[in-house]
């Protein structure tokens, strides 16, 4: 279903700045809202779904890029999904 919008007595320029504001406020909200880019070891296996011994098993078998901040591991969330998509090719990969 279509709608129509009609408007009166509005210059280009005023449009053009209601449609930026707009904009702006909805990028700057979904910016806030981004998830973080750290995660630690339980929000990491709650998000692939595995338990808290297989990422750390993970990090000590060298496929998963950790670092630590006192005692706590953290996993950079761009180091996760790149270990991910290297798990996925190499799992289908045949030694010839």
């Not at 009166?8 to 504001?21: D, G, P, Q, R, S």
């Amino acid at each position: 279903m279509e709608s129509i919008i009609q408007i009166h007595n509005v210059t280009k320029e005023e449009l053009f700045e209601a449609i930026n504001n707009i904009v702006e406020n909805k990028l700057t909200a979904f910016l806030k809202s981004k998830e973080p880019e750290n995660l630690t070891v339980k929000q990491a296996s709650k998000l692939l779904g595995v338990t808290d011994l297989t990422i750390h098993n993970y990090i000590k078998k060298g496929i998963l890029p950790a670092s630590k901040i006192g005692r706590r591991i953290v996993i950079s969330r761009a180091n996760l999904e790149e270990s991910l998509k290297n798990i996925k090719s190499l799992k289908y990969k045949r030694d010839v």
